[in-house]
């Protein structure tokens, strides 16, 4: 599985961003993706999670503001993020496992490369 990553960018608080995930090779059956983010100073934490049935789960910090979902004719993942905050700033990416999802990290064995995410105050 390979995942390249595009989007995000730099907007004001309260603005939104959407970041991006192309998906190739075999990831048909049982699986999970996910989005992670690494802040300035921080290790770096899940944010969302979406199974191959479309059942999702958020981090609370992000809980009603940012938005997993796929487009599976383009096999895209996509992270909508709205109410956008200063703490939202990090390298976002989005990673891939078999089976159940998880907030692991080290669950996932395929990461996309990583895409910036800063919003000013």
């Known amino acids: 599985v390979q995942l390249v990553q595009s989007g995000g960018g730099s907007v004001q608080a309260g603005g939104s961003l959407r970041l991006s995930c192309a998906v190739s090779?075999?990831?048909?059956?049982?699986?999970?993706m996910a989005w992670f983010r690494q802040s300035p100073g921080k290790e770096r934490e899940g944010v969302a999670t979406?199974?191959?049935?479309?059942?999702?789960t958020y981090a609370d910090s992000v809980k009603g503001l940012f938005t997993i979902s796929k487009d599976d004719a383009k096999n895209n993942l996509y992270l909508q993020m709205n109410s956008l905050k200063a703490e939202d700033t990090g390298m976002y990416y989005c990673a891939f496992k078999w089976r159940e999802c998880s907030f692991r990290e080290a669950d996932f064995g395929a990461w996309g490369q990583g895409t910036q995410a800063t919003v000013s105050s």
């Open positions: 090779g075999w990831t048909y059956g049982w699986h999970c």
């Open positions: 979406r199974d191959n049935s479309g059942g999702t």
